[in-house]
């Protein structure tokens, strides 16, 4: 499976990733073609988020992150002054990617990344999730629609999930008014095979 290339327009509010996005591979010694492979993109639209000509969506992001051995963070150029345990509610600044929002709720770097996660209603729901790793959410508002395996969950606020990434999985807001989540992974520091991530239904990579 490769990554859906639904990215973000140039007037998305995401932080310009591109000088960081081809430094980072060049830290990693990777040729484009062999960035582009092992997130599943092609070239040219790895060349495109590389020059700004296009917005990289969140599960981009958590593929190049991969490919690139670090975290979605350095991806944005985000930096910390150190590895506080306390992160402050002012500090947790929004970032818009793929039609979700999402505030990083833990520390950069650390063997496990924290997220507070808004879904909304229609966005990304067909896309199926398979990566090395753990997953663990809680439902804070809304209803979500978890798809693990072959089986469908709705999730109630103060309902959680805490399974193996390799389960193949669907996260959709089962509300028009979305669902908001705590969105706990460690998939960015697994040693395992890429990540994967499924196109919509009818798209071609």
Known sequence: MTAPENESGPGEDLPAVAPQLRALRRRASLTLEAAARAAGLSPAHLSRLETG?????????????????????????????????????PAMEPTRAGGWTYWQAGAPGRGMQALRVHVPHGTQGDIVRVH??????????????????????VLEPGDSAHFDSLTPHRLAA?????????????????????????PHPGETP
């Open 53 to 89: 000509q296009r917005q990289p969506s969140l599960p981009m992001l958590l593929a190049l992150a991969r490919v690139y051995s670090t975290t979605v963070s350095e991806l944005l150029g985000e930096t910390v002054a150190d590895q506080d345990a306390i992160v402050r509610s």
């Open 132 to 153: 090395p790793g753990e997953e663990w959410l809680y439902v804070l508002k809304g209803r979500l629609r978890l798809r693990l395996g072959d089986t469908t969950h």
């Open 174 to 198: 089962a509300d028009h008014d979305g669902t908001d989540l705590l969105f706990v992974h460690t998939l960015l520091q697994s040693p395992l095979t890429a990540l994967c991530l499924g």
